[in-house]
């Protein structure tokens, strides 16, 4: 089963957005509004630029809901998740399902203004 074709990837790690954000606390996913989770294969050199990594699991783009006005930026808020890093660092399915469901909280949390510092300390520092 494991690897697996990207049609079917795709399919997988949507299923477990979705069970991600049926697991979140109802006072943030009400408070999600129009957040677009896309899928992509891999991410582009101008999204690693912009938050100066190497390699991604997700991105956040768009206005965290703690700056004035968010819900009436001018572009919708966007989590990216890549498929291919991923699928490559997991060995199993539930490890995949472990790193989206992880992926998609981080992303989450940067929507509500947290940053990767204090997300890392929420973590207990690991």
């Known amino acids: 089963m494991w690897p697996m074709q990207r049609p079917d990837v795709d399919d997988l790690i949507e299923g477990f957005v979705v069970d991600a954000l049926d697991r979140l606390p109802a006072e943030f996913r009400d408070r999600l509004g129009s957040v677009a989770i896309v899928i992509e294969a891999e991410a582009t050199a101008d999204q690693l630029g912009s938050v100066g990594a190497r390699g991604l ?70």
């Open 57 to 126: 699991y997700g991105l956040y783009q768009g206005v965290p809901r703690t700056n004035y006005a968010a819900e009436t930026a001018a572009y919708p808020s966007k989590i990216t998740l890549f498929s291919g890093p991923l699928v490559r660092s997991s060995r199993t399915v539930d490890d995949l399902e472990k790193r989206v469901t992880d992926t998609v909280y981080h992303e989450i949390a940067h929507h509500f203004g947290i940053s990767d510092a204090r997300i890392h300390e929420l973590q207990g520092g690991h």
